[in-house]
């Protein structure tokens, strides 16, 4: 079996590294199997994305490379056209061997943005919210004055209401993590505190990512639906959509097949340690949901076809503003990216020990989901940004495979065109906020 040794460098408190090294020995497991097609049927009328036909051994092989240059695990799903494959690579508990499954249910942070933003919109399609009202005219006594008028629902849904994230308040000391793992966190309590947090700009004027936009987000569906905002998107963007494994967690457990999820936190934890067992609710309608791979290739499939929204709404959600630093674009929940075979749309989600890609081309027909266990295995520069790391281009290989059919090494713009989740996506261990630039 391939052995990868994975080398981590411990970071002080203080910011400087030590010379500690950490070798593991993992043992390679791979599996794949075929699925048949979604019985719902995807519309034919966008533009279609034109690749070959799936080359499932070059998926089973970029996916074990993935494994074997140092990700713990990983599950995978792909689509094209009618034909489906899915593989898993890798370790779902390093302590004990336990391989990794294609089923397998995962973590998937800021993907539910997507799934919020849906929500909402369908309220814009009811006549109950307007994307260009001031958040202020509906939650008057949360957003109030000059703020409230200034910031509108369509500002939340995009990121450029310059509200500040929460993140920092809540895992500001170095045992907050461990002393948040099973506290129960409310909405308001959230907003509040990003509301409360340095603006990170001007309302409207350029991207910026906040966890503290999706949670107002959730906080005006209950008031204009009456009920809570998991209730609501349950019912009416997860079932409508015909997910079996998607859910909200209502406990610090998940529920059914897992992997352990692993946070290396740039060394500092070291070896990673599990945070699987977790509360989420410091996330909510922000990050919080569970799903599957295959969940995710449908949920984005049914989204982009048409099925969840009107037309005049999923033109809206696609409407995008430019996201500093990349090639990627942000539309409502919804991130927009070129690649050489074509673009594509969809999110990429972390919460501490586990991170979620999902792509769809524009007519849905052609996908990837990919999850895995471990996060934040990059060493940092002087400056505390990430370095490239192997991990990195292995996952976007896998990820061009499965979409472009490259059979080779990732498009030189891979990186700019697959940003890494923003410093605002998660909270970073207080040790590593030291000294330390804040943007990822």
Request: aromatic share 6%; glycine share 10%.
């Amino acid at each position: 079996m391939p052995v990868a040794h994975l080398n981590r460098r411990r970071l002080r408190l203080a910011g400087t590294a030590t010379a500690a090294l950490l070798a593991l020995t993992v043992p390679a497991a791979s599996t794949a199997s075929a699925v048949p097609a979604p019985a719902t049927p995807l519309s034919d009328t966008a533009a279609t994305t034109t690749i070959s036909r799936l080359d499932r051994a070059a998926l089973d092989r970029t996916l074990k490379a993935f494994h074997d240059a140092g990700m713990y695990g990983a599950y995978s799903a792909v689509r094209n056209g009618s034909e489906q494959w899915q593989g898993a690579a890798g370790l779902a508990d390093v302590g004990t061997g336990r391989p990794t499954t294609p089923q397998m249910r995962h973590r998937i942070g800021s993907i539910t943005k997507t799934f919020t933003s849906v929500a909402v919109l369908q309220q814009v399609g009811k006549g109950r919210i307007e994307l260009d009202a001031p958040i202020g005219r509906y939650l008057p006594d949360l957003v109030p004055g000059e703020r409230g008028r200034a910031i509108t629902v369509r500002m939340l849904l995009n990121h450029t209401s310059g509200i500040g994230d929460y993140a920092g308040a809540i895992f500001a000391t170095p045992d907050s993590l461990e002393g948040n793992r099973f506290r129960q966190f409310a909405p308001e309590k959230l907003a509040r505190l990003g509301l409360r947090a340095a603006p990170l700009g001007k309302p409207g004027q350029a991207h910026h990512y906040s966890n503290t936009n999706y949670i107002i987000a959730g906080i005006l569906l209950r008031k204009v639906t009456g009920e809570s905002p998991e209730r609501y998107i349950t019912d009416h963007v997860i079932r409508k959509a015909g997910l079996r494994h998607t859910y909200f967690p209502t406990s610090a457990n998940l529920l059914g097949p897992h992997a352990k999820m692993y946070e290396a936190a740039y060394g500092d934890f070291d070896p990673p340690r599990d945070f699987s067992v977790y509360n989420l609710s410091w996330a909510g309608t922000a990050g919080s949901l569970v799903s599957t791979m295959s969940d995710l290739n449908r949920f984005y499939g049914e989204l982009l076809s048409g099925s969840l929204l009107a037309p005049a709404q999923l033109q809206q959600m696609k409407t995008t503003v430019p996201i500093a630093g990349t090639t990627a674009r942000y539309g409502l929940g919804l991130l927009s990216t070129k690649l050489p075979c074509g673009e594509f749309w969809g999110h990429n989600g972390l919460v501490l020990g586990a991170m979620t890609w999902s792509l769809s081309s524009t007519d849905g027909r052609h996908q990837i989901s990919l999850g895995f266990n471990l996060t934040r295995y990059q060493k940092l520069d002087s400056n505390g940004r990430p370095l490239p790391d192997p991990i990195d281009a292995a996952m976007r290989t896998h990820i061009m495979q499965a979409l472009c059919s490259t059979n080779g090494s990732p498009h030189p713009g891979m990186s700019r065109a697959l940003p890494l989740p923003s410093a605002q996506e998660v909270p970073r261990p207080h040790a590593l906020s030291q000294g330390r630039g804040g943007s990822e």
